[in-house]
């Protein structure tokens, strides 16, 4: 009886800690970030702004207000040592998986101004932050020096969500996706080196150790990646690893592989991971989606949980310590100044327009690795000052500034950079387009009729005289299958932001709306079934993949028949004398609502579950028998 009243008392002690205990404290964190994550989903806000707001309330802010509240989080007494390397591993994930997003396809044509970016920009960057570091902050000058290069690195956790939400058009979305993945290990690596000068403090014997670790920076972290990616191909390409297993051991593999790298060279594991990312998203030995689907899921809770924690462990004394006139003079700095100097020297040469480049310009917001690369740095000189091995001061201010500049560049390009996106003719926010994935006659109808309309529209069949056709009726398309390997690639989406799947095959169109969910909303997902059958009845969607389109009642067949029959789409506009009731009266009840467009041009889809904003001023477009009008 004691061993199991032991035992318990064990459980218990590990499920209770102080504040309410680990477990408790591990729930709120995981509640607070998938919770801010949706609110920020639905407001359309950067989920950055909401989860640095949910981990200060729920740490400095709880703390100030009741420390023994069971709401309190404070990340070190949690998970003490392990703290900064499981945020180490945590973001060396979350850029693996943004190497995997990573083709060279894409950038093939800008690799030299995405190279400059990352080379001589970011020197510009780092050399205008440390030198408003030293004379706006106080700083004393390695300190800012350090300070400058964290700064270096943008923030693919905020970039990525922003160009999914803004969608430029050209080449700029290209760049900025390639340099807020790939400016991070690089950022993270001459903070490194700074640290190293700093700690050394001897000019001639820290240049010599910089040039000795940018070496074995390249060759462990960069050979250890590129050797990880090919073990990983070969035992996926000769099935050595089963299906239920890749993912696992991926995982197992990339965190091996980056702290493997930083054993052998201090802070080179991020240059491993995403270098690792990178070799597998261009190869073409294995298919890799189902690890990229599978990182992507958990680069959002990490996203979620690292930000909470990171804020959660601020300080209110030293947040209130700062010269906040000094600090948003700083900001400005990086913001008018710095950011415009990366551009205009990274693009001389470019071919870029000039509204690109003031777009890019507009587009720097600092994230996850400048705030774990201050937290961590910060860490470090403080031990190094307590064992008395260096004498430094202002240290303590590193984080908070840090801190300070992801808020304000993150709020600022938040909102500016959408607004300034449409203005600059650059953006593709909120798209109306539809993507067709089958041309036969009848979509090719409904598509010749919306782009009659104003919305841009793209079809993409496999059968060669449906692609012909479709291009004779001058509507844009696309010979080929969409399951093939780079069929994404190789389409141009921009203002395209709904998939209607109709190709006369199910299973075709399941496997389509699979594969462009990874680019669209589920709720922009539409497909028609072959025939509805009675256990499909009442269903919204189709095989648990997309909308049904138009409305419960019809199905392929049934609208191939009615246009084989003469039926016609009719555009009529509703008006307060002439509403939907009468347009239904007018058509009877087998006409099909299938669009509507409202006097601005949003395009509203028919489907299952879904009402008609049958307003005055919106155009529905409908399959009707011209022949069968009814008449009151």
């Not at 970011?122 to 350090?146: C, D, F, R, Y």
């Not at 080196?193 to 910089?210: D, I």
């Not at 493997?260 to 802070?267: D, P, W």
């Not at 307590?386 to 001061?393: F, K, Q």
């Amino acid at each position: 009886m004691s061993c199991v009243e032991d035992q318990l008392g064990l459980t218990l002690t590990l499920g209770a800690g102080g504040g309410g205990g680990a477990a408790v404290s591990i729930a709120i964190i995981l509640v607070f970030g998938v919770v801010a994550q949706w609110i920020a989903w639905r407001a359309k806000l950067p989920s950055i702004l909401l989860l640095l707001l949910a981990g200060l309330l729920a740490g400095p802010g709880m703390r100030s207000w009741n420390p023994e509240s069971i709401l309190v989080i404070n990340p070190d007494d949690m998970f003490g040592d392990l703290l900064m390397p499981l945020v180490g591993i945590s973001v060396g994930l979350i850029l693996y998986e943004g190497g995997l997003t990573l083709s060279f396809r894409e950038v093939r044509s800008v690799r030299k101004t995405v190279a400059l970016m990352v080379t001589i920009g970011a020197m510009a960057t780092w050399v205008i932050a440390g030198l408003a570091a030293w004379s706006l902050l106080g700083m004393p000058l390695p300190l800012a020096v350090l300070l400058g290069a964290i700064l270096v690195v943008t923030g693919p956790t905020v970039i990525g969500p922003l160009l999914t939400h803004i969608r430029p058009a050209g080449a700029v979305g290209p760049i900025l996706k390639w340099e807020g993945i790939v400016i991070d290990p690089i950022g993270v690596g001459l903070a490194v080196l700074v640290f190293e000068a700093v700690r050394l403090g001897n000019l001639e014997e820290a240049t010599s150790a910089v040039v000795i670790n940018i070496l074995k920076t390249v060759l462990f972290g960069g050979g250890l990646g590129a050797i990880a990616a090919f073990v990983l191909l070969r035992l996926f390409s000769t099935f050595l690893v089963p299906d239920f297993l890749q993912n696992p051991f991926s995982l197992m593999l990339v965190i091996a592989t980056f702290v493997g790298a930083n054993e052998l060279q201090t802070e080179s594991g991020l240059l491993a991971t995403t270098v690792m990312g990178i070799v597998l998203a261009n190869q073409s030995k294995a298919d890799v989606r189902h690890i990229i689907e599978f990182k992507e899921n958990l680069r959002v809770l990490l996203i979620s949980t690292l930000f909470i924690v990171l804020g959660a462990r601020l300080d209110i004394s030293t947040m209130k310590g700062l010269n906040w006139f000094a600090v948003a003079g700083f900001v400005v700095v990086l913001i008018l100044i710095a950011r415009p100097a990366c551009v205009a020297v990274s693009t001389i040469g470019s071919g870029l327009s000039f509204r690109e480049k003031v777009f890019l310009s507009l587009m720097a917001p600092r994230g996850i690795v400048a705030a774990a690369g201050a937290a961590i740095f910060s860490l470090a000189l403080e031990i190094e000052i307590e064992a008395g091995e260096l004498t430094l001061e202002g240290v303590e201010q590193l984080v908070p500034v840090t801190f300070t500049v992801i808020i304000a560049t993150v709020t600022f390009y938040g909102l500016i950079a959408p607004v300034a996106a449409k203005r600059l003719g650059v953006s593709d926010e909120n798209p109306q387009g539809i993507l067709f994935v089958g041309a036969t006659p009848w979509v090719r109808a409904v598509a010749t009729r919306l782009k009659k309309r104003g919305i841009r529209v793209l079809l993409v069949d496999t059968n060669r005289i449906n692609a012909r056709a479709a291009k004779m009726e001058h509507l844009d398309a696309w010979q080929g299958s969409i399951l093939a390997e780079h069929a994404i690639e190789q389409l141009d989406l921009r203002g395209i932001g709904r998939v209607l799947a109709l190709t006369p095959n199910d299973e075709v169109n399941a496997l389509a709306l699979q594969r462009l969910g990874e680019l669209f909303d589920s709720s922009e997902l539409y497909t028609l079934p072959l025939r509805v059958s009675k256990k499909d009845e009442g269903k919204t969607t189709v095989h648990g993949i997309g909308r049904h389109l138009f409305s419960q009642e019809v199905d392929m067949d049934s609208i191939e028949s009615r246009f084989e029959h003469d039926w016609v789409i009719k555009a009529t506009t509703l008006s307060q004398e002439f509403g939907y009731e009468d347009w239904r009266l007018l058509y009877g009840p087998k006409a099909v609502v299938m669009f509507a467009i409202s006097p601005t041009g949003q395009l509203w889809i028919g489907s299952a579950g879904r009402q008609l904003p049958a307003e005055p001023g919106w155009t529905i477009l409908g399959l009707v028998n011209p022949n069968e009008l009814i008449f009151a």
